[in-house]
T-cell receptor
Framework: DTGVSQDPRHKITKRGQNVTFRCDPISEHNRLYWYRQTLGQGPEFLTY????????KSRLLSDRFSAERPKGSFSTLEIQRTEQGDSAMYLC?????????????FGPGTRLTVL | AQTVTQSQPEMSVQEAETVTLSCTYDTSENNYYLFWYKQPPSRQMILVIR??????QNATENRFSVNFQKAAKSFSLKISDSQLGDTAMYFC????????????FGSGTQLTVLP
C-alpha cells in the first residue's frame, strides 16, 4: 500500500503528558498537511510543509503544538502538556506541487484521547 | 477568510434512489476549487468530486454530480442510484488557488443509505 500512513492509529494519554504523532506521505509528494478533526466537525487546517520548509504555521492551535519535517519526507506533530480539549482525530494529507491542481490524499488519522 | 456551511447534519435515502446534499460557502476570492469528500466509518477521507470556480459546467463523476451556482455561492452534491457503500460522512470543502492550498471544510452531512 503506497498511501499516506499515520502512526499510531490511537493514542490515550493523561492530561499534562506530551504526545508525538508521525505521518508518512506518499513518496513522491512534497507537500504535507496536518488537520485536526473534532467529533461531529470537519477537519480544521493546522499547518503545512513544502519539502522540509514549514510554510504556514499560524493556524497551529497554541504554542503547545509543533510540527517538523526534518528531511522533507515523514513529519511529526507534537503536542506538549496535553489538555482534555486536545482530544480529537489528527489527520495528515499529502500532495504533489506540479501543475495547477494537486489532490490531497489523506491518511487514516491518529485518534487522541486525553484523560 | 472563507467559510463553508452544511446545514443538513444527517440525511437518509433508500437504496437506488437519488439524494442531494447541500453546501454554501462564503469567499471574496474569484479563483478557487470546491470539493466533496467522503469519510466512511473508521476509514480515511477520499475525494468524491471537484469543481473549478471558473468552469461553468457542473462536474460529474459516474453517479455523482454537482450543481454549482457561483453567484449564489452554492455547491450541492447529487448522488444517483444510491448504494449501501455510499453510507458515509460527506464534507464540502473550499480551496483558494492563491493561498497555501489548505482545505476549509464544512461540518459534514452524515448520509445513510437504507436497504
Amino acid at each position: 500500500d503506497t498511501g499516506v500512513s499515520q502512526d499510531p492509529r490511537h493514542k490515550i494519554t493523561k492530561r499534562g503528558q506530551n504526545v508525538t504523532f508521525r505521518c508518512d506521505p506518499i513518496s513522491e509528494h512534497n507537500r504535507l498537511y496536518w488537520y485536526r478533526q473534532t467529533l461531529g466537525q470537519g477537519p480544521e487546517f493546522l499547518t503545512y510543509f513544502q519539502n522540509e520548509a514549514q510554510l504556514e504555521k499560524s493556524r497551529l492551535l497554541s504554542d503547545r503544538f509543533s510540527a517538523e519535517r526534518p528531511k522533507g519526507s515523514f513529519s511529526t506533530l507534537e503536542i506538549q502538556r496535553t489538555e482534555q480539549g486536545d482530544s480529537a482525530m489528527y489527520l495528515c494529507a499529502s500532495s504533489k506541487t506540479s501543475g495547477d491542481y494537486n489532490e490531497q490524499f489523506f491518511g487514516p488519522g491518529t485518534r487522541l484521547t486525553v484523560l | 477568510a472563507q467559510t463553508v456551511t452544511q446545514s443538513q447534519p444527517e440525511m437518509s435515502v433508500q437504496e437506488a434512489e437519488t439524494v442531494t446534499l447541500s453546501c454554501t460557502y462564503d469567499t471574496s476570492e474569484n479563483n478557487y476549487y470546491l470539493f466533496w469528500y467522503k469519510q466512511p466509518p473508521s476509514r480515511q477521507m477520499i475525494l468524491v468530486i471537484r469543481q473549478e470556480a471558473y468552469k461553468q459546467q457542473n462536474a460529474t463523476e459516474n453517479r455523482f454530480s454537482v450543481n454549482f451556482q457561483k453567484a449564489a455561492k452554492s455547491f450541492s452534491l447529487k448522488i444517483s442510484d444510491s448504494q449501501l457503500g455510499d453510507t458515509a460522512m460527506y464534507f464540502c470543502a473550499f480551496m483558494s488557488k492563491d493561498s497555501a492550498r489548505q482545505l476549509t471544510f464544512g461540518s459534514g452531512t452524515q448520509l445513510t443509505v437504507l436497504p
